[in-house]
């Protein structure tokens, strides 16, 4: 299953965490954000650790696989980079309906009830005009 776009921003630091989001094509995503502000290079570091879960029973006679998971993330991000226990995986910005997704390539394909934890990282550009 391919395809599927979870939200998965949260504000380190304020309040307890999210509930993990559930999706009616079943998966269960929890997020910590962490940003690392960084006034004088003009840029923020975004880590995100995120544990995401198959909750979609395997099919009769079939297996339900995930092959990638897909983050909503800010506008601007840039130098993303994913890695699981054993290290890079292969990651992608893009925009679709005007929102930027990152998709996370799976190192193996992610069975029913299985779980992957994955730290994705992305930079942020300060934006404003300098006077």
């Known amino acids: 299953m391919t395809g599927l776009l979870a939200t998965a921003m949260a504000v380190a630091g304020i309040g307890a965490a999210p509930p993990p989001a559930r999706a009616a094509d079943g998966f269960t995503l929890t997020t910590a954000a962490a940003y690392a502000v960084r006034p004088d290079d003009r840029r923020v570091d975004v880590t995100v650790e995120a544990t995401f879960t198959n909750a979609t029973p395997n099919p009769a006679g079939q297996f339900s696989v995930f092959d990638e ?5 800010q506008d601007g991000a840039s130098e993303l980079a994913a890695t699981d226990a054993d290290g890079a995986l292969d990651a992608a910005l893009a925009t ?6 990152a998709t996370i390539g799976l190192r193996d394909d992610l069975r029913y009830e299985d779980a992957v934890d994955v730290t994705v990282t992305y ?8 006077g």
């Open 69 to 73: 998971i897909q983050l909503a993330v």
């Open 96 to 101: 679709a309906d005007g929102v930027t997704v």
């Open 123 to 130: 930079r942020l550009a300060d934006g404003a005009a300098t």
